[in-house]
């Protein structure tokens, strides 16, 4: 004769097999989904550029940021975590990446938007390499899943300043 104590575990053993079962089903038909996000990035304006007293550029920008991510949303995403970052090079690194502005979509609902905004973040370089400088603005997103592992991915848009 089994203890109350037992027949419990061995329920719960049962549920927690069951559970890792519908994680790994989540997590593989979420593979099946090839996602098509786009984005565009626009600069509107160079609001002002100033080159610091220690000698590094900075620069104010805004920007018109256009996305469609829902095809990143599947019944296992939590949310994704997004971010515009200026990605270009100098002599002393082959690649510099600042982040400008970032926000967290929630849900689907909120994954096609357009937002025209200053950079969040400061812009500025370590030194002065910014003007005139060729930049890529490359929306980047980071997708939290309710199980399974994160995947990360981006898109680029060339720029000018
Ligand atoms: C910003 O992007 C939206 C959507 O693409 C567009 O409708 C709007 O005209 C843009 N704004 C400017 C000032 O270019
Ligand atoms: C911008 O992206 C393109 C394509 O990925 C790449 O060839 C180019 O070198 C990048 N430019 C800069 C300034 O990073």
């Not at 097999?17 to 038909?29: E, G, H, P, R, V």
């Not at 200053?118 to 812009?123: H, I, L, V």
């Not at 005139?132 to 991915?153: S, Y």
Request: overall charge neutral; glycine content about 4%; aromatic content about 12%.
């Amino acid at each position: 004769m089994h203890s109350f104590g037992y027949r419990a575990n061995a329920l719960l053993t049962f549920a927690v097999t069951i559970l890792a079962f519908m994680c790994a089903i989540a997590s593989l038909s979420d593979n099946l989904n090839s996602p098509s996000p786009s984005a565009e990035i626009q600069i509107l304006n160079v609001n002002w550029f100033q080159k610091q007293p220690h000698g590094n550029d900075e620069v104010s920008l805004t920007l018109n940021i256009t996305a469609d991510l829902q095809s990143l949303f599947t019944w296992n995403t939590k949310q994704l975590f997004i971010f515009v970052a200026a990605e270009y090079e100098t002599p002393k690194n082959s690649m510099n990446q600042v982040s400008l502005w970032d926000a967290i979509i929630p849900a689907k609902e909120h994954a096609q938007f357009w937002i025209q905004t200053s950079n969040k973040y400061r812009f500025v370089d370590q030194g002065h390499n910014l003007r005139g400088k060729e930049f890529n603005l490359t929306l980047h997103w980071h997708v939290m899943p309710k199980t399974g592992k994160m995947f990360a991915d981006k898109l680029s848009c060339p720029a000018t300043d």
